[in-house]
């Protein structure tokens, strides 16, 4: 059974998914409760593995690296399966890994140095699965955008891009350290970093800002089961006849105001837009695509579902600042 949320919860948690590293003072004022209250919400979630932690949204383009997507369709081949989610969740390049049934079986988004890099990686991969890969299809990413989870609390929200263009940020040792900690957990104090690496506050607090200038550090947030909450996430495939800048304009827009609509991505492949839906039933979503088809039939083509059954952030989580 879905674990049923207070509206304080709710809250809560959409605060926590905003900007994870907000203090306890500032999240109670948020929630009209006392620290000790947000102290022990917090933990009660994590309990009941709502939380699963807090982390922090790296974006790899300010780095130097580009993205590289591939979407399968593999057989019904379970023990290859499994293999196969365990070896790509070993590869430090993997950003995310989707598992789904519907349009395709396995999205995966690797960040790269060159294509010569993601063209060695692509064999390899295809050629140790070539019995369990019946079809693929290869994609480059323009950029993300997220919005708020107003689905959760309702708010005035707007899209937040990243994974756009490419910089050429070099990290030392000491930003290495820091965006480590706060990847690991977001919410870890600044004396706790300062400790565990011999630092200063003051140098902590320093570096983190610059970080967060160069826009490396794009969101602190919470690792949310949403299944535990009964939701459900799509990934829906829009093909269109045409699509101008006023059409794009008028499609973001339309999907800004959408509170189950959480993601929109762009990106060079068979389809134009893709877009990443969380609802509590199918039917929901049905209606969802419904209205959308209807509003923008003079340009949509062509609709496709994937309904995700695992979804894998940097699964290789303990290797990627080695």
Not at 173 to 180: D, F, R
Not at 231 to 238: A, G, I, N, S
Not at 244 to 270: C, F, G, W
Request: a positive charge.
């Amino acid at each position: 059974m879905p674990i049923k949320l207070d509206k304080l919860d709710q809250r809560l948690l959409f605060e926590l998914d905003k900007n994870s590293r907000l203090p306890e003072t500032t999240l109670a004022k948020l929630i009209g409760r006392s620290k000790e209250s947000v102290r022990y919400r917090i933990a009660q979630l994590k309990e009941k593995s709502v939380i699963h932690g807090f982390t922090t949204w790296i974006d790899p383009t300010k780095l130097g690296y580009s993205s590289a997507k591939i979407y399968l369709t593999l057989a019904n081949k379970p023990q290859q399966k499994k293999e196969f989610i365990q070896y790509v969740k070993k590869d430090k390049r993997l950003f995310w890994l989707g598992i789904a049934e519907g349009a395709w079986n396995a999205g995966l988004t690797f960040f790269v140095k060159s294509n010569q890099e993601f063209f060695e990686l692509k064999n390899e991969l295809f050629s140790k699965f070539k019995e369990l890969i019946l079809d693929s299809h290869t994609a480059v990413l323009v950029n993300v955008n997220m919005c708020d989870k107003t689905f959760l609390y309702p708010a005035e929200t707007k899209w937040l891009t990243f994974f756009g263009a490419l910089e050429q940020h070099e990290l030392d040792e000491t930003e290495k350290n820091v965006l480590k900690e706060l990847f690991l957990n977001s919410r870890i104090s600044l004396v706790e970093i300062a400790r565990k690496h011999a630092l200063t506050v003051d140098i902590v607090r320093t570096r983190i800002k610059k970080l967060e200038e160069k826009k490396v550090i794009s969101r602190y947030t919470a690792k949310i089961d949403f299944n535990t909450l009964g939701y459900e996430f799509y990934k829906t495939f829009l093909y269109f006849y045409n699509l101008t800048k006023a059409d794009e304009s008028r499609l973001m827009e339309y999907t800004r105001k959408n509170p189950n609509i959480i993601h929109l991505v762009k990106q060079i492949s068979p389809w134009d837009i893709e877009l990443e839906i969380m609802c509590d039933s199918y039917h929901q979503y049905n209606e969802i695509i419904s209205a959308l088809t209807s509003d923008f039939s003079d340009i949509i083509s062509k609709v496709e579902t994937a309904i995700m059954s695992e979804d894998y952030i940097f699964p290789a989580q303990k290797m990627i600042f080695e």
